[in-house]
């Protein structure tokens, strides 16, 4: 009996040492660290504004970190960028600031009079044919935000364009506005002027004249 307790025994110590060794041979695997899995930083490139060649400016106004889901651009004419042309892209935003207050999305008191201006010069020269935002001549080319989506004229440059050089029976008011028998034999407009009874027409189409 006591034989077998030591044979029992021994194999018990046999089996240990085996699973030991076994234990010693298993090798160590390390994962490395692999650095291009890892998320890279977003790339942030300096707002550059951007010179149209038609009757406006367009500046884009978002910082880089803003997600593009977010970004938006703000049109300027070319009078009101003014000098801002040369300097960098922050003096730029800095123009543009006199005219919107950006962070809350409201006129800026140079717009208000920018309005005002363009709502004089429209109704000395525009109201006749366009009181309310109708046309008298053409019901269905009227000014609301409706009707100029449908005739795809609800874009600053477009109702420029018209305005500036005339279409059918409405007459140009732009100084160098051609040929002559399209152009108003009245008063021309100047170009800031223009430029007022645009952004005066826009914000009326918005809100609904």
């Not at 009996?1 to 089996?15: D, I, P």
């Not at 490139?45 to 149209?52: L, M």
Request: proline share 7%; aromatic share 8%.
């Amino acid at each position: 009996m006591r034989t077998s307790a030591v044979k029992v025994l021994s194999l018990l110590l046999q089996s240990h040492f085996a699973f030991a060794r076994l234990t010693l041979r298993v090798p160590l695997f390390v994962v490395p660290f692999d650095a291009s899995q890892q998320p890279s930083p977003v790339a942030t490139t300096p707002v550059t504004p951007t010179v149209s060649s038609n009757t406006r400016d367009v500046v884009v106004t978002t910082a880089p970190d803003i997600p593009s889901t977010q970004q938006q651009s703000v049109q300027l004419w070319p009078s009101e960028l003014g000098s801002q042309r040369t300097k960098s892209p922050g003096s730029a935003l800095g123009g543009l600031a006199s005219r919107f207050r950006l962070s809350a999305f409201e006129p800026s008191p140079a717009f208000a009079a920018d309005l005002r201006k363009g709502e004089d010069a429209f109704t000395k020269n525009c109201v006749a044919c366009h009181a309310g935002g109708g046309n008298v001549v053409a019901r269905s080319k009227g000014l609301f935000k409706g009707d100029l989506e449908k005739n795809k004229m609800l874009n600053r440059e477009k109702i420029y364009e018209i305005t500036y050089y005339g279409k059918g029976v409405m007459p140009g008011y732009g100084r160098d506005c051609k040929p002559q028998r399209m152009c108003t034999y009245g008063e021309k407009l100047s170009d800031s002027q223009m430029e007022s009874v645009v952004d005066y027409v826009l914000e009326k189409a918005n809100n609904g004249w």
